[in-house]
């Protein structure tokens, strides 16, 4: 069968933000009295900022009332803003930019499927708009990966039908939202980690565009 359209996760897919996030994460676990640990901050890939919040009180063991948390997030998205908008071209991650380009060339549509509602900033960082005929960010999404809404969404904004499209995933919810959306799911990452994907590759270094061959 031949691939339509080709819908592309942000963090850890393009750009490894999942730094970025990490530094605000443990910069507020530490003014909470806690360490939030690089082991810890894997619980957060792909997860909405609200719930990542909530994982990150679990392992400090503390609670607060929901107008508290919204400040917490808030305080922790500010830093995150900080830190992405020092953001440029050059970490873009490698192979991945020329790996859209063959796909434009072969008449291929392109979609960003992402759960962060900073998608914007960093696409406009790193130049990177153009590329993509449709962006669906967090701001445009009402439920989180492992829901399919994102990338259905997607689908839809580039007028293809779910099942000729291949979905790049670096999470393991967001493998399992592009197979709840009846898509091709190629894992970015590592196999014990993406397992529930149709294939796995470590990265766009050198990829060709058989990846997308089923
Ligand atoms: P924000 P993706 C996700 O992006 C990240 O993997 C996840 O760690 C983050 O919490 C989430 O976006 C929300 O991000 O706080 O910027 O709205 O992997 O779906 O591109
Ligand atoms: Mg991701």
């Known amino acids: 069968m031949s691939v339509k359209g080709c819908i592309f996760d942000l963090d850890g897919v393009i750009v490894d933000t999942a730094k ?3 530094l605000a994460w443990k910069r507020l676990a ?7 640990t690089i082991k810890d901050n894997e619980r957060l890939k792909g997860v909405s900022r609200m719930k990542s919040l909530e994982i990150l009180l679990e392992v400090g063991g503390l609670n607060f009332d929901d107008k508290t948390k919204v400040k917490l997030a808030e305080k922790k998205n500010n830093w995150y803003v900080e830190y992405i908008s020092k953001m440029d071209k050059s970490e873009i991650l490698p192979g991945v930019e020329n790996f859209i380009k063959s796909l434009k060339e072969k008449g291929i549509k392109t979609a960003l499927g992402s759960a962060s509602k900073n998608a914007m900033i960093i696409l406009n960082n790193l130049k990177i708009l153009d590329y993509f005929d449709a ?4 701001n445009k999404v009402k439920k989180a990966k492992p829901d399919p809404e994102v990338f259905l969404l997607a689908a839809k904004e580039l007028n293809l039908e779910p099942k000729d499209c291949v979905v790049f995933e670096d999470a393991e919810a967001g493998i399992e939202a592009a197979k709840n959306a009846g898509m ?3 894992g970015v990452g590592s196999l014990d980690i ?3 994907a149709d294939r796995v590759i470590m990265g766009f270094d050198n990829a060709k565009l058989d990846i997308i061959k089923f």
Do not use: N, T, W
């Open 20 to 22: 970025y996030h990490y």
């Open 30 to 36: 530490a003014e909470l009295g806690f360490e939030f």
């Open 135 to 138: 962006v669906i960010d967090g």
């Open 184 to 186: 091709y799911a190629v």
């Open 194 to 196: 993406l397992h529930k």
